[in-house]
């Protein structure tokens, strides 16, 4: 609990808007406490760039309890900094030291052009489960909760996978700028499920479709995204979601849903 | 004004069948020729949007969010009731129903109540369809647990993370109404205000939040699902970019704003660390199950090491006061309680702003008598997120935490039908005021904003559009939209030019946040609240002459967005005061310390059994109430006692 | 025609083919090792099973054309992917580091042209134009006995047990095999089987380097 004061520099990616080229910007954070939140650090900093009419730092943020996947920056090289399964909306600036160089920086790929400085845009990811990422139930006319079992070990697998808050950092962290992470976790959530059961073929097929034409790229098997994800998600479903596009492609009878962009 | 709840009669179980019966109908054909704006993509405005969609009618959803994904409800741990009665433990829609009227303190209104009830066990049926993943038992079915001292177990809940999964169970039905076209989902744009045509709600005004564009959509109504205010506080456990911008405009135009200072605040938060800090977070109130609230007897004893302070001289405030409920006292009183110590100077932690506002969760005695590995079996998650946010290990040294605000019950008045007092315009979720009364049960807030987004609402819009039939053609050039539009450009460039600028947004938010928070938070009275109506319009007035926003509009600005949320803030704060301070009784969420018997919130159901509906005059600080007289049939209006 | 078209459309239909035709690479670089190990039998039964092989016509065809294939298809649809993956990952950032990745996996990319380079240099050396035509041992002895020459076997063969340990390692996770449960097995199978070849092929240039097998 013991609170200290550190002095750090910021390496701040400044970028304008989409086209414009970017750059470093050097910004000194001094006096913060050890308590604060990364992101309060940055809030320090802003407010401080805005008594002195300085344009500040512009970067996504909301719930900052670490699960609506607003926020993601890079530090030092890093997907939300240096403490494992942490969002950098919950990293405390006790994982620093006094005098740190941090350089911060956007997530990085094609798939996610940068809005302003550290803030992108991953509406990708919507199209991704716009292309098949649900199962179509009609308001009111589901049936009665506990007519179909499923099994505990399958729903907790289900739950698992379920857990991704499509926060970006797999994409950002993958060498090849892979949204394969994201999109495996949701299409293994669904096909787990009894419930999934009716849509699973041109699910799998339709959402790596979209993921593809969305200009991500392919899985490599680093399990660089396995690392950076906050949430803990397993590089296993990748494994499931390639079986699951297999198994789409020899008992489809459907043809892939054009890819949108 | 005329408040008409619009509530059927006869027997409470038939209300709703009823209602729908004799409802307005829009047929499949005819709805294509209807647009509907649905503001919020939460639980309640995901699941309308995604809803009447699929029925037909043209939908466009906004939020404020880079993705619908990502609104607040995705942040609700515990869980979600329904009266399915799975445990053979003598649940049922009744107590259900039973319990939310007694739980918000006979501050509700009967038919909704019930209706939630009814509606609660179609929403588990909903969500489990959609691949929702709630937690079960090994033979397949669904599990549930007794949450919030509830007598029965009818929780249904994924992890810690109901909320989320709640919310990616509506956002995908969204998804799929955004593929098939029914559903234009316009993310980052914020309403800054409505417009208000002939007397009816037929559109918003909105700015793209990453060009800065300000422009009109008109539609045939508009459904405001924009979630509470609780961030008025500054400091509550709502995400940063929460506001009541869309349904402060909407009070603005004329809607009525019903109970504001009906706040829920939770117990078993973690305390402020610093100045700087810019949210508080909610850990699970089940920590109280095994964990004994402290703080030292001695004043001098605080800045001691809790591990250094003997047994005798520490002070177990909740069991020694209830010796019957101890540390499991319902929320507002455990709240309360860490207000009084602490006020006694007997908090413990950092200090902040020359106070030290924090009290002790110890679970060394658990440990104690269970072993390690049980306790971190049941609080494993928890204790680690406490960890890396306080930077201490609570298998070691107690917890520290302290209250925080966490829920409004107050919000736009609507009728039976989820309709404020301006035609056309439907509230759903959180921004309305409609079923938890005074105080919210725990697992009631996600039953409530899906019952509202699935059930509710698209039967009730149906029931508006099939009795106005056809609206008159509104243009975007129309003056009425053009002045809407002119009025907020005009207040953005009133935000961007104050004359005196000094300050960014925050400082004044901080401000304003300090003052609600002491003066109309946990305990309210008088002096304190009058205080409060001095200080707010003064604090007002500096804002609008200092406050500085960099850049321009015309780009993503967020110090732009924060200053327009807190301006709205800052006159929503000055009229919960005022609620606060006419309200002359203790009741759920709202404490007088004027009216209590020995620690006891103290209920005049002669006086104050109504709905404040408070009505825009033209001016901040000079609202108009309107009452809305409650009956009670079915459950009569009883007293609490946890002695 | 339309299914199979599709899924190799995809980058998940493009790893499979790079993890099959990686397969059939590795089944094909164990069997030539294993009968490599002649060599240290002598002369006359390396070349004995030298002209044995020579013999089965059909089957020496039908390996080369689909090892031919299986090459064709893993280069085609890695270059795809390298050049996809680039554009892809767009800007590169100032500071990186690895969190999860091994060299092996982040170096596949070079390893790849290395080995594309080696096979070529081995076929000409041994196959296309041998200094002796039908000796073999004698081929692969005089050859190790320049060091140039078993240089450049050493770093083809370093090159082979990178590339053999990830590929083998990623074409289980492409295939689908990725078990929580064998997850330590997937990777010790892929550590011992790039291990054993490697070794062994290494074996070959060191021994007669060092004068343990002469002509």
């Known amino acids: 609990m013991s609170e200290e004061l550190l002095n750090l520099t910021l390496h701040v990616w400044r970028q304008d808007g989409p086209s414009q080229p970017g750059r470093f910007e050097t910004h000194p954070a001094t006096g913060i406490s050890t308590h604060m939140s990364f992101l309060e650090m940055l809030d320090v900093v802003n407010e401080d760039l805005i008594e002195k009419g300085k344009s500040p730092i512009a970067f996504d943020y909301d719930c900052r309890e670490g699960i609506c996947g607003s926020c993601g920056m890079v530090v030092n090289g890093v997907a939300h900094g240096p403490q494992r399964l942490t969002t950098i909306c919950q990293l405390h600036m006790r994982q620093f030291n006094d005098g740190d160089e941090l350089w911060l920086e956007p997530w990085r790929a094609s798939g996610f052009p940068v809005v302003k400085d550290l803030v992108v845009d991953r509406s990708a990811f919507d199209r991704i489960v716009q292309a098949g990422g649900y199962i179509s139930i009609r308001t009111g006319s589901a049936t009665e909760a506990n007519e179909m079992p499923v099994a505990k070990a399958m729903a907790d697998q289900a739950m698992d996978a379920a857990e991704c808050i499509g926060c970006g950092a ?92 | 004004m005329q408040l008409r709840s619009n509530e059927p009669t006869g027997p409470i179980e038939h209300r709703w069948e009823k209602h729908k019966e004799s409802s307005k109908l829009v047929a499949p054909a005819n709805r294509r020729k209807y647009n509907i704006i649905v503001v919020g993509s939460g639980l309640a405005g995901g699941a309308a949007a995604a809803s009447l969609g699929e029925m037909g009618y043209n939908v466009k959803c906004f939020c404020y969010q880079d993705s619908p994904r990502r609104a607040h409800s995705i942040a609700a741990q515990g869980g979600i009731n329904a009266a399915k009665n799975y445990q053979n433990d003598g649940d049922s829609v009744f107590r259900l129903f039973y319990d939310t009227v007694k739980g918000g303190d006979f501050r509700s209104r009967e038919s909704n109540v019930y209706r939630l009830a009814q509606l609660s066990t179609n929403i588990i049926d909903q969500a489990v369809a959609q691949g929702v993943p709630f937690a079960r038992e090994y033979g397949g079915l669904l599990a549930n647990r007794s949450f919030g001292g509830a007598q029965v177990s009818r929780t249904f809940y994924a992890r810690g993370q109901t909320g989320q999964q709640l919310l990616l169970g509506a956002y995908q039905a969204l998804s799929r109404q955004i593929e098939a076209g029914k559903v234009e989902m316009m993310a980052r744009t914020e309403m800054l205000d409505l417009i208000v045509h002939d007397g009816r709600a037929r559109g918003i005004v909105t700015r793209c939040l990453k060009t800065g564009k300000v422009e009109p959509h008109i539609a045939d109504m508009v459904v405001l699902c924009t979630g509470g205010y609780g961030n008025v506080f500054y400091l509550s456990t709502n995400a940063k970019g929460c506001n009541c911008m869309a349904i402060w405009r909407a009070h603005r135009h004329g809607a009525a704003f019903a109970n504001p200072c009906y706040t829920q605040i939770h117990p078993t938060c973690i305390p402020q660390s610093g100045e700087y800090q810019s949210k508080l977070t909610l850990m699970s109130e089940s920590l109280r199950n095994d964990g004994r609230v402290w703080v030292p007897r001695n004043k001098e004893d605080v800045t001691k090491r809790p591990e250094d302070i003997p047994e005798k001289d520490r002070f177990y405030y909740l069991e020694e006061r209830y010796p019957a409920f101890g540390n499991l006292v319902p929320r507002d009183v ?119 987004g699935y059930f509710v609402l698209p039967f009730t819009v149906g029931n508006y559009l099939g009795e106005v039939r056809t609206l008159p053609e509104l243009a975007e050039d129309h003056p009425d939209v053009k002045k809407a539009v002119g009025s907020v450009e005009e207040r953005i460039h009133k935000l961007m030019n104050a004359p005196d600028p000094k300050h960014a947004p925050e400082y004044f938010h901080r401000k304003l946040g300090r003052i609600i928070w002491s003066k109309c938070g946990m305990s309210r009275n008088k002096e304190g609240l009058e205080e409060a109506l001095r200080e707010i319009p003064k604090l007002r007035d500096r804002f609008w002459r200092e406050v500085k926003v960099v850049g321009s509009g015309a780009e993503l600005n967020q110090t732009l967005e924060r200053a327009g949320r807190v301006a709205d803030f800052l006159e929503l704060g000055e009229l919960m005061c005022i609620d606060a301070l006419q309200r002359e009784e203790s009741c759920g969420g709202h404490f007088r310390e004027e009216h209590e018997e020995n620690g006891e919130a103290l209920r005049d159901d002669e006086q104050f059994s109504y709905v404040s509906a408070w009505e825009w005059t033209g001016a901040a600080g000079e609202p108009r109430l309107n009452q809305e007289p409650l009956s009670f049939e079915y459950v009569k209006p009883s007293k609490r006692s946890y002695k | 025609m339309q299914r199979a078209l599709t899924l190799h459309q995809t980058t998940i239909g493009k790893k499979l083919v790079m993890a099959l035709s990686g397969l059939v690479i590795v089944g094909f670089v164990i069997g030539h090792f294993l009968g490599n190990l002649n060599l240290y039998r002598g002369q006359e039964a390396l070349d004995a099973y030298a002209h044995f092989l020579q013999g089965l016509t059909p089957v020496l065809w039908g390996t080369r054309l689909l090892l031919l294939l299986a090459f064709g298809v893993h280069i085609t649809a890695a270059f795809s992917l390298w050049s996809r993956n680039n554009k892809a990952r767009g800007s590169r950032y100032k500071k990186h580091q690895d969190m999860a990745t091994d060299y092996a996996a982040r170096t596949m990319y070079w390893s790849g042209p290395i080995l594309l380079l080696f096979v070529v240099y081995h076929l000409l050396h041994f196959t296309i134009l041998p200094a002796h035509p039908g000796e073999v041992y004698r081929n692969v002895v005089e050859g190790f006995q320049n060091p140039w020459i078993a240089g450049v076997y050493i770093v083809g063969n370093i090159a082979l047990g990178f590339h053999l340990f990830h590929g083998i390692f990623s074409a289980t996770q492409t295939l689908g095999a990725n078990h929580p449960r064998f997850n330590s097995y997937r990777r010790d199978a892929a550590v011992a089987i790039s291990a054993a070849i490697t070794l062994g092929n290494l074996s070959f240039p060191i021994s007669v380097l060092a004068g343990f097998v002469t002509v």
């Open chain 1, 170 to 261: 797999c994409v950002a962290a993958c060498p090849n700028a892979s949204a394969s992470l994201f999109t495996a976790a949701k299409i293994s959530h669904l096909s787990l499920l009894p419930q999934g059961q009716a849509e699973r073929l041109d699910r799998a097929r339709n959402m790596v479709a979209q993921m593809d034409a969305e200009g991500f790229g392919g899985c490599t098997n680093h399990g660089e995204c396995e690392a950076a994800c906050p949430k803990g998600v397993s590089l296993r479903w990748i494994a499931r979601m390639n079986r699951e596009v297999v198994r789409s492609a020899v008992k489809s009878d459907s043809g892939v849903k054009t890819a949108r962009r």
């Open chain 2, 334 to 452: 455990a709240s309360r309680n860490a207000l009084y110590v602490t006020n006694e100077g007997l908090g413990v932690g950092l200090e902040v702003d020359g106070e030290r506002r924090g009290v002790y969760l110890d679970f060394s005695d658990a440990i104690k008598r269970l072993g390690e590995q049980t306790i971190r079996e049941r609080y494993g998650n928890l204790f680690e997120m406490y960890e890396r946010i306080a930077g201490d290990n609570p298998y070691k040294t107690p917890m520290r935490i302290y209250p925080a605000t966490h829920y409004t019950m107050g919000g736009l008045w609507v009728d039976y039908n989820l309709q404020t007092t301006i035609p056309g315009l439907f509230a759903g979720g959180e921004a309305n005021f409609s079923d938890h009364g005074a105080n919210r049960l725990g697992a009631s807030a996600l039953m409530q904003g899906l019952a509202d």
